[in-house]
T-cell receptor, first 114, second 112 residues
Framework: EPEVTQTPSHQVTQMGQEVILRCVPI?????FYWYRQILGQKVEFLVS????????KSEIFDDQFSVERPDGSNFTLKIRSTKLEDSAMYFC????????????FGSGTRLTVV | KQEVTQIPAALSVPEGENLVLNCSFT??????LQWFRQDPGKGLTSLLL?????REQTSGRLNASLDKSSGRSTLYIAASQPGDSATYLC???????????FGQGTRLTINP
């Protein structure tokens, strides 16, 4: 079964540093997403990306966050200046064109900001 | 704004029992509802997807139902096994929306 691949699985960074989380989507999927889950809390939406542009973003997704598909395959989430409260599990998810298909999630990147 | 609630927050049952996990939502204007399994520190594994026009979906020992009029979905697990121990999440895709809205999950423990 096709998978969404995320790297790294765990990243520790110092407050104020930039981090880039990477995702390789399933090849025939056209919609890409980032979600996050702070320990003990709900999974929450960050951003959706379609046709090389952001289609929707949440209040969490402020100017410190950005997404791109630099090479047409990888899908990245960048946090420019990390804060302690950015510590969370970050999930990449992808979906085919039609809404009748469900989402496929990656295994996540655990980000720890110290 | 869509709100998704899962009850109970935690459930512990002996092996072999049949059990039901509940998911309720406030806005019935949904495209579909998806049930996921999450093992500790791991990603989300899709279990079942129910379209808004469907009443239920089945996969092996799992059966998910959807009642939009009452704003409820249930996940039924038959003949539970210790390997079923995990957190189960329901998530909804609203009409016209791009994002899934998640419940807080039910942490299930199956005791041998």
């Amino acid at each position: 079964e096709p998978e969404v691949t995320q790297t790294p699985s765990h990243q520790v960074t110092q407050m104020g540093q930039e981090v880039i989380l990477r995702c390789v989507p399933i090849s025939n999927h056209l919609y890409f997403y980032w979600y996050r889950q702070i320990l003990g809390q709900k999974v929450e939406f960050l951003v959706s990306f379609y046709n090389n542009e952001i289609s929707e973003k949440s209040e969490i997704f402020d100017d410190q966050f950005s997404v791109e598909r630099p090479d047409g395959s990888n899908f990245t989430l960048k946090i420019r200046s990390t804060k302690l409260e950015d510590s969370a599990m970050y999930f990449c998810a992808t979906r085919r064109q039609q809404t009748i298909y469900g989402y496929t999630f990656g295994s996540g990147t655990r980000l720890t900001v110290v | 704004k869509q709100e998704v609630t899962q009850i109970p927050a935690a459930l512990s049952v002996p092996e072999g029992e049949n059990l039901v996990l509940n998911c309720s939502f406030t806005d019935s204007a949904i495209y579909n509802l998806q049930w996921f399994r999450q093992d500790p520190g791991k990603g989300l594994t899709s279990l079942l997807l129910i379209q808004s026009s469907q009443r239920e979906q089945t996969s092996g020992r799992l059966n998910a139902s959807l009642d939009k009029s009452s704003g409820r979905s249930t996940l039924y697990i038959a003949a539970s096994q210790p390997g079923d121990s995990a957190t189960y999440l329901c998530a909804l895709l609203g009409q016209g929306a791009q994002k899934l809205v998640f419940g807080q999950g039910t942490r299930l423990t199956i005791n041998p």
